[in-house]
């Protein structure tokens, strides 16, 4: 996308995706629990706990289940004892790969510049 004022309607409809993007992926923890299942690839309930730091369980099943209900995340309920609950990205979910790569490309940068690191 380049910022052509010549075509207000074209970037009026870009703006609308960009603010449906964020409604699916605000707050505070739903890019970092998605980074730690796309790391992983598949992660138990408990290994997103203590990836995210400062997130409470309560928080996590909720943020959890509002990814689910965007087919973002799948959740696979093991038959172990006791049962282990696992959470993969769907194939829509994969999608955000490369938005995960570039902010935490983006990331990295950003501290070296700011704070020297």
């Not at 605000?26 to 998605?34: F, Q, T, V």
């Not at 995340?73 to 993969?88: H, I």
């Amino acid at each position: 996308m380049q910022c052509d004022p010549r075509q207000p309607e074209l970037y009026k409809k870009e703006m609308m995706a960009v603010q449906d993007s964020m409604d699916v992926l605000n707050g505070k923890w739903k890019i970092s629990i998605i980074s730690s299942i796309c790391y992983y690839n598949k992660r138990r309930f408990s290994d997103i706990l203590n990836d995210v730091a400062g997130i409470s369980n309560k928080m996590l099943s909720k943020e959890l289940k509002e990814l689910e209900i965007n087919q973002l995340v799948r959740r696979t309920v093991l038959d172990t004892q006791p049962v282990t609950v696992q959470y993969e990205l769907t194939e829509h979910g994969k999608t955000l790969q490369t938005i995960i790569n570039n902010l935490t490309d983006w990331g990295l940068e950003h501290r070296k510049k700011i704070l020297g690191k």
